[in-house]
């Protein structure tokens, strides 16, 4: 059953694919009062799909494909309160071809993956790598606010040499409401990146030793914090904003997909195979 509530959430949120598509016309506007509701729906499947798992299959987060729809999940629901708090549903344009492609490639898999190693279903482990996944979708919003800064800061330099302004900014908030958006992000996302590392480091402190601090998963994810942590301290200190803010998040953005990407080839941090 979680893998059916899953499946139909990928076709909810293909109708979000489609709407991200349709934005870049001038059609796309028009289907937003139809979009968000069908999406929402797609939210409620999401979530009984993954309580579903947790449950009766019992939930193994060192698996791909409930990684990818936990990580999903939590794209959304940060998106969602964006959505409300800022009454802007544009930084959908990435949201939901990146959520679409996460929940399309987790409902490919199959059996929950059998593993004898009860650290894998320990709660501490699931605090951790939920607490991590968390800081991961701050991160994706706060990317996608970056990019629609640059995007809309573009189009009004080119406003101002007498251009017309393109479909996709004309429909964007104003650039102070999409640096807000990307600067909240990241307040969001930090604690539960930072506590989720810690968590990780003392349990693995506990069972690997200082070896563990040797993975390169464990590297890049600290690159990532040290890159967050930088992001952070020049908003604070320095005032930096809009389009150095906006490369500086951009790059913590790529930083945490070299973190993700690197549970694929590391020793202790390895993705269970369905």
């Given at each position: ?174 650039l102070e409401?999409i640096d ?67 490369y500086l ?26």
């Open positions: 059953m979680p893998l059916l509530w899953l499946r139909v959430t990928v076709g909810c949120y293909a109708a979000g694919l489609l709407y991200a598509l349709a934005l870049l016309s001038r059609r796309g506007e028009s289907w937003r009062r139809v979009i968000v509701p069908i999406v929402s729906l797609g939210m409620v499947f999401h979530f009984v799909s993954l309580a579903e798992a947790a449950a009766v299959e019992h939930l193994t987060l060192a698996s791909i494909h409930y990684s990818e729809s936990l990580l999903a999940f939590l794209i959304m629901f940060i998106f969602m309160v964006v959505r409300v708090k800022y009454k802007t549903t544009s930084p959908g344009l990435f949201v939901f071809p990146l959520v679409f492609l996460l929940t399309f490639a987790a409902a490919m898999g199959q059996a929950p993956p059998k593993s004898g190693s009860p650290l894998l279903h320990s709660g501490w482990i699931f605090v951790h790598i939920s607490l991590i996944l968390t800081g991961y979708a701050a991160l994706v919003l706060s990317f996608a606010a970056s990019v629609l800064y640059l995007v809309q800061a573009r189009s009004l330099k080119g406003k101002k040499g007498g251009k017309h302004p393109g479909v996709i900014s004309s429909r964007l908030p104003s409401t807000e958006i990307g600067y909240k992000s990241l307040l969001l996302g930090f604690p539960f990146m930072t506590f989720g590392l810690v968590a990780g480091a003392a349990i693995a402190q506990a069972r690997y030793g200082p070896i563990y601090f040797h993975d390169p998963k464990v590297v890049l994810s600290l690159l990532m914090w040290v890159v967050y942590v930088i992001l952070l301290y020049t908003r604070w200190n320095n005032g930096w904003r809009g389009r150095r803010a906006a998040a951009a790059f913590a953005f790529v930083a945490a997909l070299s973190a993700w990407a690197a549970n694929f080839f590391s020793n202790i941090h390895r993705f269970l195979a369905p």
